[in-house]
């Protein structure tokens, strides 16, 4: 749940250029959010019971129909791509306009949580076009910015009324990076701001360290006993993802789902 006062600003705290405003939720909340990228409802329950069973709410930001996540918020998880399934269901697609092309893609995969009010785009793509849609449609903020582990992170306000909550952390640029070697602590999460972390299910339930062992079950994807037989052994994105769990459970860290923290900024 929110507490304490929280600010807002545009960029740093204290920003010369846009005075922070004060709004009622911690400004160090922690922020547990996934992609779901297409991954298989097993994987989803997975990641759900990890999180539920130390009363821990996050935002799931889904790809396809179907996705269940019980008491947890569901976002969109839109992919622009070419050679998304979404992109190819547009007759003459290739025809359309880039507007066009955005719509239909939002509107689709709005039918899959039609409660949703936010958004994260596949492979992080952002068109300042997207944003009239969003509003067009009902979206009210964004998570598609990300600026790994820099501090002092805030929500800021972009043009159609589309508040961006900006990412801390994601699985994926660690397994690329190799920069925290999946420790908690080198996340400094005591650092000021807030911190959104990304996590995808597949990665967490193969406990992937690299992009590597990531491939090599791209063959099985959807098959969670071939999955849970290539978890690996050691550090890597399930031992980090529970180690942060227990780490905020126990130390009674402050949680939020992306849209509490959306309606923070609006009612401020």
Known sequence: MLSRAGWLAFGAEGSDMIPPQKYDFDPNVICFTF????????????VRSLLD???????????????????????LHPNFRRNGDVYRLLQDAS?????????????????FAPE?????S????FDSSLLPIYEQIGLEYDAT???????????????????EIPTYYADYFDMVSQKTGFR????????PGMKVLDFHPNLVYINAPDTASYDATRSFYHDPERLAASRHEGAGTRVLFLELLDYVASNKKTTATLGEINAAVRAG
């Open 145 to 163: 910015f990300r600026l790994e582990l820099v501090s002092n992170l805030y929500p800021f306000w972009k043009q159609h009324n589309i508040v």
């Open 53 to 75: 069973d130390r009363g821990i709410v996050g935002t799931f930001f889904v790809t396809h129909a179907g996705v269940d996540v019980g008491q947890h918020e569901r976002g």
């Open 184 to 191: 908690a602590e080198n996340l400094m999460l005591d650092a």
């Open 35 to 46: 992609d779901v990228e297409w991954a298989s409802q097993p994987v989803i329950d997975d």
């Open 95 to 111: 025809s359309r306009s880039d507007d066009e092309v955005y719509e239909h893609v939002l509107q689709t995969v709005l039918s």
């Open 116 to 120: 949703a009010i936010g958004a994260r």
């Open 122 to 125: 596949h492979s992080l793509f």
